[in-house]
């Protein structure tokens, strides 16, 4: 026996419609069936739905950013297709970088002193440094010494990317008190170029050593600086200009003459031996030092060991005095504007000059041009102008050979344009 599903009355198992109410038995139990599987359904698509939520909302975060602990709302909708609606509020996803504006993280550094006739071969007068961050910068640099340089002026973009500039600033034009001692000041900024607001503006005391001051060590390396003496040398200049030419009168006087012109290492056929004619224009040159410029050697002591005094050859023809080191200077200039390849040489406490003899011969004549007054004669001006062949001119700044007074340090004077490093001139 079962009961109707409809209203309860008992019937037989195996009818199908109620003698009570009519209904039929079997139509009620699919019903329910249906009903079930509805049921289950829906659940499962809640599940789902809420898994989705959470992995979008919690785990969404450690996927696309930072997530605002008191959020915003906004409301997300979507169209099912029975046009039925459903929203909710999901967190407002912020980056923190992304607000701040363009910063730049700046550093300059100047120099404590300046020697000025080393000024350009100088690293550096002040060196700037650096970067921009969240973003990218427009500045522009600015730096001076007032009545010594020029403003140097330029204009940088600043990214992540470190920038570094060393700024020597040109020298200003016309003349330049340089004879003395003086302190001076080093004027530099750093500006936005958009804005035009001043990020950096410092001023610095610096040393300002005269022209005629030279630093030859590091105190640790005495040969640190000994290159820079090629910025003594002046072969443009009018003085050296006027000394050659009174050197044409000594140069005719000892070849009797033959000569009566410099002309470097042109083979003007007038000599048996190419050497005589290099030999005879050095000659002269020392004789107009001698002779005619009046010029005479200042023993004072020399020493590579520290800072040092050194005149610029027109100072020498000018004050007819010198020590070894700026008659060396004297005659190295007068050589390098007749167009012939010398030497500075510096055995241990004493200055030389070297003249090749002929282009790529290996030998040379080592002139000592503390020799004033000059003797008149041959053997006078062989002692000064001395023929050294290779293995002489090996044995000599090594130390080893017979004329050696010790290992030289040798500075080729063409090596000043290679260098960079150049006589002061404004």
Same mark, same amino acid.
């Given at each position: 026996?079962?009961?109707?599903?409809?209203?309860?009355?008992?019937?037989?198992?195996?009818?199908?419609?109620?003698?009570?109410?009519?209904?039929?038995?079997?139509?009620?139990?699919?019903?329910?069936?249906?009903?079930?599987?509805?049921?289950?359904?829906?659940?499962?698509?809640?599940?789902?739905?809420?898994?989705?939520?959470?992995?979008?909302?919690?785990?969404?975060?450690?996927?696309?950013?930072?997530?605002?602990?008191?959020?915003?709302?906004?409301?997300?909708?979507?169209?099912?297709?029975?046009?039925?609606?459903?929203?909710?509020?999901?967190?407002?996803?912020?980056? !923190?970088?992304?607000?701040?504006?363009?910063?730049?993280?700046?550093?300059?550094?100047?120099?404590?002193?300046?020697?000025?006739?080393?000024?350009?071969?100088?690293?550096?007068?002040?060196?700037? !440094?650096?970067?921009?961050?969240?973003?990218?910068?427009?500045?522009?640099?600015?730096?001076?010494?007032?009545?010594?340089?020029?403003?140097?002026?330029?204009?940088?973009?600043?990214?992540?990317?470190?920038?570094?500039?060393?700024?020597?600033?040109?020298?200003? !034009?016309?003349?330049?008190?340089?004879?003395?001692?003086?302190?001076?000041?080093?004027?530099?900024?750093? !500006?936005?170029?958009?804005?035009?607001?001043?990020?950096?503006?410092?001023?610095?005391?610096?040393?300002?050593?005269?022209?005629?001051?030279?630093?030859?060590?590091?105190?640790?390396?005495?040969?640190?600086?000994?290159?820079?003496?090629?910025?003594?040398?002046?072969?443009?200049?009018?003085?050296?200009?006027?000394?050659?030419?009174?050197?044409?009168?000594?140069?005719?006087?000892?070849?009797?003459?033959?000569?009566?012109?410099?002309?470097?290492?042109?083979?003007?056929?007038?000599?048996?031996?190419?050497?005589?004619?290099?030999?005879?224009?050095?000659?002269?040159?020392?004789?107009?030092?001698?002779?005619?410029?009046?010029?005479?050697?200042?023993?004072?002591?020399?020493?590579?060991?520290?800072?040092?005094?050194?005149?610029?050859?027109?100072?020498?023809l000018r004050t007819r005095s010198g020590v070894c080191i700026e008659t060396a200077l004297l005659m190295a200039s007068a050589l390098q504007s007749a167009g012939m390849n010398c030497m500075l040489i510096f055995p241990p406490g004493h200055a030389q000059v070297a003249l090749e003899v002929w282009p790529f011969s290996g030998e040379y004549f080592l002139i000592e041009t503390t020799v004033l007054p000059?003797?008149?004669?041959?053997?006078?001006?062989?002692?000064?102008?001395?023929?050294?062949?290779?293995?002489?001119?090996?044995?000599?700044?090594?130390?080893?050979?017979?004329?050696?007074?010790?290992?030289?340090?040798?500075?080729?004077?063409?090596?000043?344009?290679?260098?960079?490093?150049?006589?002061?001139?404004?």
């Amino acid at each position: 026996m079962k009961t109707c599903v409809n209203c309860g009355a008992a019937i037989e198992d195996n009818v199908r419609f109620c003698k009570i109410c009519g209904a039929d038995q079997t139509l009620k139990k699919k019903k329910s069936k249906r009903g079930i599987v509805a049921l289950v359904v829906i659940l499962l698509l809640l599940g789902a739905a809420g898994a989705g939520y959470y992995f979008l909302i919690y785990k969404g975060e450690r996927i696309i950013g930072r997530v605002n602990p008191t959020p915003s709302t906004d409301v997300l909708t979507s169209i099912d297709g029975n046009n039925s609606q459903v929203s909710d509020s999901i967190p407002n996803v912020s980056y !923190t970088y992304q607000s701040k504006s363009p910063e730049a993280i700046l550093d300059m550094t100047a120099v404590d002193s300046v020697f000025p006739s080393n000024y350009r071969s100088i690293e550096s007068l002040v060196t700037f !440094t650096g970067y921009c961050d969240y973003g990218e910068m427009d500045v522009v640099i600015e730096v001076e010494v007032p009545g010594f340089t020029q403003t140097y002026r330029q204009k940088v973009t600043l990214g992540r990317q470190v920038t570094k500039l060393r700024i020597i600033p040109p020298l200003i !034009t016309g003349e330049i008190d340089l004879n003395s001692e003086k302190t001076a000041q080093i004027v530099y900024s750093v !500006t936005d170029a958009q804005s035009n607001r001043l990020l950096v503006q410092e001023s610095k005391n610096i040393k300002l050593y005269s022209r005629y001051d030279i630093i030859w060590s590091d105190g640790t390396n005495s040969d640190a600086y000994t290159d820079n003496i090629l910025a003594w040398l002046t072969p443009d200049a009018t003085e050296i200009v006027n000394l050659k030419r009174d050197a044409i009168d000594y140069l005719s006087y000892i070849t009797e003459g033959t000569l009566e012109m410099f002309v470097g290492y042109q083979d003007m056929g007038l000599f048996d031996n190419l050497y005589l004619n290099t030999w005879v224009q050095a000659v002269a040159i020392q004789g107009a030092i001698s002779d005619i410029a009046l010029v005479r050697y200042n023993n004072s002591m020399f020493s590579m060991d520290s800072q040092q005094r050194v005149l610029l050859p027109a100072d020498v023809l000018r004050t007819r005095s010198g020590v070894c080191i700026e008659t060396a200077l004297l005659m190295a200039s007068a050589l390098q504007s007749a167009g012939m390849n010398c030497m500075l040489i510096f055995p241990p406490g004493h200055a030389q000059v070297a003249l090749e003899v002929w282009p790529f011969s290996g030998e040379y004549f080592l002139i000592e041009t503390t020799v004033l007054p000059m003797v008149e004669s041959n053997d006078g001006w062989s002692s000064v102008v001395m023929y050294l062949d290779k293995e002489q001119w090996l044995g000599y700044i090594t130390g080893d050979g017979p004329y050696t007074l010790g290992p030289c340090y040798v500075v080729d004077c063409d090596l000043g344009a290679k260098l960079g490093i150049r006589a002061m001139s404004n």
